[in-house]
């Protein structure tokens, strides 16, 4: 008899309590993937060598989709045999160079393909204003791939690609994004 009268609002409560560590710490954890880099590199270090961002981004090929991540030519130019014999820097020549292997990097920021984007527009604005500020980082963040979009935490949604137009007297027909 005294049981039936347990059940009151604590069952309740733990329900909620329950529910709430799913969606906001489990959910998250398990809807996204996340993704290392599959060399390190630093863009503090290399900084001080190089000073210009051109030389590994460069957009080359101009194309409307062109990531601007660099190709393995690139590293070459000066990994062309090992420099500092750290790990990653050997795997970089034997695995990628010497066998001119592109290198996977993994983009932290992909439009879906109904979206037109491309840098030539926006040469003419600080890379910061869209990405973070990577030169003086010494380790590459995360990247943290959603599984049911198929799309990264990172990728610019079309509220803030319209600030900025609205801002910058860019124009935001639909048109302008959407081909
Ligand atoms: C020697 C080649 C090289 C140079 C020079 C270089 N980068 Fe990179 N950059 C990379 C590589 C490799 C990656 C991909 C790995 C990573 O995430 O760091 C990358 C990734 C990035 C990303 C995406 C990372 C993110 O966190 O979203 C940005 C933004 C970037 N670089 C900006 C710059 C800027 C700005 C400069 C100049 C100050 C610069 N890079 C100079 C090689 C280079
Ligand atoms: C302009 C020359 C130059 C280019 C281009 C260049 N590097 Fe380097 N890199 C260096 C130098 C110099 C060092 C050693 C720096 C030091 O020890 O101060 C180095 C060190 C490294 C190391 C060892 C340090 C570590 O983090 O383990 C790795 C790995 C590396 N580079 C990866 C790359 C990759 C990947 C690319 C192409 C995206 C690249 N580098 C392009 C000059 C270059
Ligand atoms: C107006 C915003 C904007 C500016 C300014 C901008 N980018 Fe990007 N960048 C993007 C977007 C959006 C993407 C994803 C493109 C795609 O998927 O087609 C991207 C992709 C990249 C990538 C591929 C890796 C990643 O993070 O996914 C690199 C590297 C990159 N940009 C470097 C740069 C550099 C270097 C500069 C400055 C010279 C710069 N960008 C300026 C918006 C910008
Ligand atoms: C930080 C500001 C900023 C952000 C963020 C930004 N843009 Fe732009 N965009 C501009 C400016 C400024 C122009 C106009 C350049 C000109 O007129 O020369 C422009 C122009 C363009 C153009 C060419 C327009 C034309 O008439 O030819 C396209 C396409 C475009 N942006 C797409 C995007 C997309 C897609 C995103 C988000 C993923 C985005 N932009 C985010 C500032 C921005
Ligand atoms: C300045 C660039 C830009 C303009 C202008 C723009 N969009 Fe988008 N749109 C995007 C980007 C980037 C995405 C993908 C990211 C996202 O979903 O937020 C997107 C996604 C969408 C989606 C997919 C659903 C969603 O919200 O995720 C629809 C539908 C859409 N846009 C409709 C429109 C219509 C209608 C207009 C005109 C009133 C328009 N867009 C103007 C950049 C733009």
Redesign the pocket.
């Known amino acids: 008899m005294s049981r039936k009268k347990k059940g009151g609002i604590m069952p309740f409560l733990l329900g909620i309590a329950a529910a709430l560590i799913v969606g906001w710490v489990i959910f998250p954890q398990v809807l996204y993937v996340q993704g290392k880099q599959p060399i390190h590199f630093s863009h503090k270090l290399h900084q001080k060598h190089i000073g210009e961002?051109e030389l590994c981004?460069s957009n080359k090929e101009q194309e409307p989709?062109a990531?601007?991540?660099p190709s393995t030519e690139d590293c070459a130019l000066c990994h062309y045999e090992v420099l500092t014999g750290t790990p990653d820097e050997e795997r970089l020549v034997k695995d990628y160079i010497e066998k001119d292997k592109k290198i996977p990097w993994k983009?932290?920021?992909?439009?879906p393909d109904n979206v037109y984007?491309s840098?030539l527009p926006?040469e003419d604005?600080?890379?910061t204003?869209?990405?973070p500020d990577v030169e003086d980082t010494q380790d590459m963040p995360t990247r943290y791939l959603n599984r049911l979009t198929g799309y990264t935490r990172t990728t610019?949604k079309m509220h803030e690609c319209e600030r900025c137009h609205a801002q910058e007297g860019a124009s935001n027909a639909c048109y302008v994004c959407h081909k």
């Open positions: 961002c981004h989709y990531t601007q991540l983009v932290y920021q992909k439009q984007f840098h926006h604005l600080e890379c204003r869209c990405h610019m």
